[in-house]
Structures are given as structure tokens and as C-alpha cells.
């Protein structure tokens, strides 16, 4: 069914969820213009398209990685209208990994509304999908420096391939944590990565400080990536807003349940291996009758923790100011996300 194009976009859909505080109330106005320019791409296209489009943008999240990209840019020198642009470039990639994953995931539910394929069908939403990547490319071509657009592609690219690796990998038990960090550090630490180094970038700072941007950004997304699966394990979805429990009848091998697998005996090993070859649906009671369940999703939480603790160290010598303490300040938010992490 084609959506009402006939009204503007939703008035609420501009502005931030509620109860975000520092450090995102700090740029909280940045990101309004974030979500300004965002809808006004999404007017860019046909008219029997653009509804789809903005649809798209209510069911977005917290926008962390314009967040990021505009603390690192005030961190560095001045926020200029181009670290909004860049936001929206990013937000725009984003997106679209949205709508592709809940394809993937058989998703019903993000941030409480339908998701797109389940509104409108998998055909349609992995080609809404792929306009939004074209117009996030588009977007990146305008800036002077083609380096901007060649770093938005080579993370998009990356964010496809580490999706590709883990849709490989789907119930195989020979999977390492070396494999699976590799793998999140594509498909989610990549996009976190280079809005913060761009974020510097485009302030002017040297090839040093953005290299230890970029690095800050891929800990600080390896970590978010690890609290998601997290989630997906042991979270509600009348909190989380989205489809949960997906990772395990998918056969995704997360960090939890990799540890899970570590700590069972070989015995269990082989019952669960038996269960994957089989490609046979693995809930939450079957991982807590093979091993020390609550221990392994808190050792991925420790993890996680562990990660943030090491982004924050390539922060020491930026400008001290309240951006810089923004930056600190969102793994702290992350890390209470963590801390909330409970069987």
C-alpha cells in the first residue's frame, strides 16, 4: 500500500526522543537540524517515494553517530554547517542498514512502530534501502574534499561486508571471538568510526588526532554492538521498541552465547552443535540448560565495559572543553546501558 504523501512529515518526527541528556542535550539543537536536513532529502525524491522515506525517519534512534560526529568536530575547532552535513550523510547509511537488518531479521517492530518490511514487504524495503544509501553517497559528493565521499564508501562498503560475513557464519560453531569482533567492527564500529574521524576532519585537525578519533569511534561502536546483542538475548521489547530474540533463531553466534559455548562441557557442545546443524530454533532455555548462561552474557558486559574504558584513553589530550567531556560522557551513557544488562 503506498503511504499517505499528502501531509507534510510529522511535526514530532523532528524532534529528539525524550529523556536524552548530556551529552546529547549539548548538541541536541545540531541534531534537530540533523533531522531537519534528513526529511528535506527525503522530499528530494519522486513523490510516490518520499513517504516511505520519512516513514523511515520516525522509526531512526538516538542519531549517536551525528552525535559523535559533532562532539568530535567541536572537540577539534569550530561546528560548522558541514558537521551537520556530515551527520546526515551518516544518519542516511544508517538507515538504510536498518531497513536491510529487519529484513534479514524477519523483524516486526522498531522504536515501537511497524518496521518497514513488515509495513510494505521485504522487495520493497531492500530497493527503499538502497535509495537511501545512493542519496547518502550523493550527499557526501558535495563536499569539496572527494576524500569525505571515498571514507563514507569504503564504510558503507565495510558495514555490507561484515552483514555478509555474519549471514555466512549463521550456525557455525568454529566461529572465534577474533572472527566475531572483526565482524562487528565492520558492520557497526566502521560507521561510528568514521563520523568521529570525519567529524575531526572537518575541523581541521591533524592526521594524528583524527586517527585517534576514528579509533575512539570503532571502540566506542565494537562496545554498542556488544551491548545490542546483549539485548537481544535478555532484553523486553516493550523497552528495547524493537523485535527481540532474533540473533539466536537466526542462528547468529554473538558474544554472549560465545562464551556460553566456551564454558560448556564437550558434551554440551556437541548438543548444541547438533541443534545447529539441524538449523533447529535455539531460545534463551535451551542456552541456560547447556551452560552458565548468567555468566556468559556478564562476561560480554565486562567486555563491553573493558572496550569503553580503552576508547576513552584516546581522548587524553584533546581540547578540555565541554565536547571533549561529551565524547567521555557517551561512553558513560553506554556503559550505564551495560550496567542495566541483568538475566
Same mark, same amino acid.
Given at each position: 500500500?503506498?503511504?499517505?504523501?499528502?501531509?507534510?512529515?510529522?511535526?514530532?518526527?523532528?524532534?529528539?526522543?525524550?529523556?536524552?541528556?548530556?551529552?546529547?542535550? #549539548?548538541?541536541?539543537?545540531?541534531?534537530?537540524?540533523?533531522?531537519? @536536513?534528513?526529511?528535506?532529502?527525503?522530499? @528530494?525524491? !519522486?513523490? *510516490?517515494?518520499?513517504?516511505?522515506? @520519512?516513514? =523511515?525517519?520516525?522509526?531512526?534512534?538516538?542519531?549517536?553517530?551525528?552525535?559523535?560526529?559533532?562532539?568530535?568536530?567541536?572537540?577539534?575547532?569550530?561546528?560548522?554547517?558541514?558537521?551537520?552535513?556530515?551527520?546526515?550523510?551518516?544518519?542516511? %547509511?544508517?538507515? =538504510?542498514?536498518?531497513?536491510?537488518?529487519?529484513?534479514?531479521?524477519?523483524?516486526?517492530?522498531?522504536?515501537?512502530?511497524?518496521?518497514?518490511?513488515?509495513?510494505? *514487504? @521485504?522487495?520493497?524495503?531492500?530497493? #527503499?534501502? !538502497?535509495?537511501?544509501?545512493?542519496?547518502?553517497?550523493?550527499?557526501?559528493?558535495?563536499?569539496? !574534499?572527494?576524500?569525505?565521499?571515498?571514507?563514507? =564508501?569504503?564504510?558503507?562498503?565495510?558495514?555490507?561486508?561484515?552483514?555478509?560475513?555474519?549471514?555466512?557464519?549463521?550456525?557455525?560453531?568454529?566461529?572465534?571471538?577474533?572472527?566475531?569482533?572483526?565482524?562487528?567492527?565492520?558492520?557497526?564500529?566502521?560507521?561510528?568510526?568514521?563520523?568521529?574521524?570525519?567529524? =575531526?576532519? #572537518?575541523?581541521?585537525?591533524?592526521?594524528?588526532?583524527?586517527?585517534?578519533?576514528?579509533?575512539?569511534?570503532?571502540? %566506542?561502536?565494537?562496545? /554498542?554492538?556488544?551491548?545490542? !546483542?546483549?539485548?537481544?538475548?535478555?532484553?523486553?521489547?516493550?523497552?528495547?521498541?524493537?523485535?527481540?530474540?532474533?540473533?539466536?533463531?537466526?542462528?547468529?553466534?554473538?558474544?554472549?552465547?560465545?562464551?556460553?559455548?566456551?564454558?560448556?562441557?564437550?558434551?554440551?557442545?556437541?548438543? #548444541?552443535?547438533?541443534?545447529?546443524?539441524?538449523?533447529?530454533?535455539?531460545?534463551?532455555?535451551?542456552?541456560?540448560?547447556?551452560?552458565?548462561?548468567?555468566?556468559?552474557?556478564?562476561?560480554?558486559?565486562?567486555?563491553?565495559?573493558?572496550?569503553?574504558?580503552?576508547?576513552?584513553?584516546?581522548?587524553?589530550?584533546?581540547?578540555?572543553?565541554?565536547?571533549?567531556?561529551?565524547?567521555?560522557?557517551?561512553?558513560? /551513557?553506554?556503559?550505564?546501558?551495560?550496567?542495566?544488562?541483568?538475566?
Amino acid at each position: 500500500m503506498r503511504p499517505n504523501n499528502t501531509t507534510t512529515p510529522k511535526e514530532h518526527g523532528s524532534q529528539l526522543p525524550e529523556g536524552l541528556l548530556f551529552p546529547f542535550e #549539548l548538541v541536541s539543537d545540531h541534531l534537530a537540524k540533523v533531522d531537519k @536536513s534528513i526529511r528535506e532529502q527525503a522530499r @528530494s525524491f !519522486d513523490p *510516490g517515494v518520499e513517504g516511505y522515506v @520519512s516513514y =523511515a525517519c520516525d522509526i531512526s534512534g538516538k542519531k549517536i553517530r551525528p552525535a559523535l560526529a559533532i562532539l568530535a568536530g567541536g572537540s577539534t575547532g569550530k561546528i560548522t554547517k558541514n558537521h551537520l552535513k556530515i551527520g546526515s550523510v551518516v544518519e542516511l %547509511v544508517h538507515l =538504510a542498514t536498518l531497513i536491510h537488518d529487519d529484513i534479514m531479521d524477519d523483524a516486526k517492530i522498531r522504536r515501537n512502530m511497524p518496521t518497514i518490511s513488515a509495513k510494505w *514487504g @521485504s522487495s520493497l524495503s531492500v530497493l #527503499l534501502g !538502497d535509495c537511501l544509501f545512493a542519496k547518502a553517497l550523493e550527499l557526501a559528493a558535495t563536499f569539496d !574534499d572527494p576524500d569525505i565521499c571515498k571514507s563514507v =564508501a569504503i564504510a558503507a562498503s565495510a558495514v555490507c561486508q561484515g552483514e555478509i560475513l555474519q549471514t555466512q557464519r549463521r550456525f557455525d560453531l568454529t566461529l572465534t571471538r577474533e572472527e566475531y569482533f572483526h565482524m562487528i567492527e565492520s558492520k557497526t564500529g566502521e560507521l561510528f568510526a568514521v563520523s568521529t574521524q570525519l567529524g =575531526a576532519k #572537518l575541523s581541521g585537525a591533524s592526521k594524528e588526532i583524527q586517527s585517534r578519533l576514528h579509533d575512539f569511534g570503532m571502540k %566506542v561502536g565494537t562496545a /554498542y554492538q556488544i551491548y545490542d !546483542d546483549c539485548v537481544d538475548l535478555i532484553g523486553k521489547e516493550e523497552n528495547a521498541g524493537k523485535t527481540l530474540g532474533t540473533d539466536l533463531t537466526k542462528g547468529k553466534l554473538t558474544l554472549p552465547v560465545l562464551n556460553l559455548i566456551a564454558s560448556g562441557t564437550e558434551t554440551q557442545k556437541k548438543k #548444541l552443535n547438533e541443534r545447529l546443524l539441524l538449523k533447529e530454533p535455539i531460545d534463551v532455555n535451551t542456552l541456560a540448560g547447556i551452560a552458565d548462561y548468567d555468566g556468559a552474557i556478564q562476561r560480554a558486559v565486562l567486555t563491553g565495559k573493558e572496550i569503553l574504558s580503552q576508547a576513552r584513553e584516546h581522548l587524553v589530550d584533546l581540547n578540555d572543553g565541554p565536547h571533549q567531556k561529551g565524547l567521555i560522557q557517551i561512553t558513560n /551513557y553506554l556503559g550505564n546501558l551495560f550496567d542495566n544488562c541483568k538475566c
